[in-house]
């Protein structure tokens, strides 16, 4: 493959990602912010509020600030990072003879051999 076909499937990535970043500073600049934005109160803790949004608890009066739409990141963010770590498990076994061998398996001990630290 020479040089000029390589660049040739190079640049449509580069236009789609030209195009995102104009997409997004255009968004960012038409963006208002409030000059005095607003904070949570001093007393106020996000990660209990979290919880209590979590175990539904907000009806008893124990939740200071509405934690809902912090709560959904965190579901979302959670289920990523399972994927993540299933796609870890599911890329770190391998096939033997037609069946799947863990990676750790092999790792941790002999796998049965003779000659092996078992005696």
Do not use: C, W
Request: a negative charge.
């Amino acid at each position: 493959m020479s040089n000029d076909e390589s660049r040739g499937s190079k640049i449509a990535p580069a236009i789609a990602v030209g195009a995102l970043f104009a997409v997004l500073a255009a968004t960012v600049n038409a963006a208002a912010f409030d000059a005095e934005a607003a904070g949570f109160p001093a007393d106020a803790s996000v990660v209990h509020n979290i919880g209590y949004s979590l175990f539904n608890l907000g009806t008893y009066d124990v939740a200071t600030i509405g934690a809902e739409g912090f709560l959904a990141a965190f579901l979302i963010a959670a289920v990523a990072l399972d994927v993540a770590v299933d796609g870890a498990v599911y890329l770190a076994k391998r096939e033997e003879d037609g069946s799947i061998v863990s990676a750790v398996g092999q790792v941790l001990t002999d796998g049965g051999r003779d000659g092996g630290e078992r005696r």
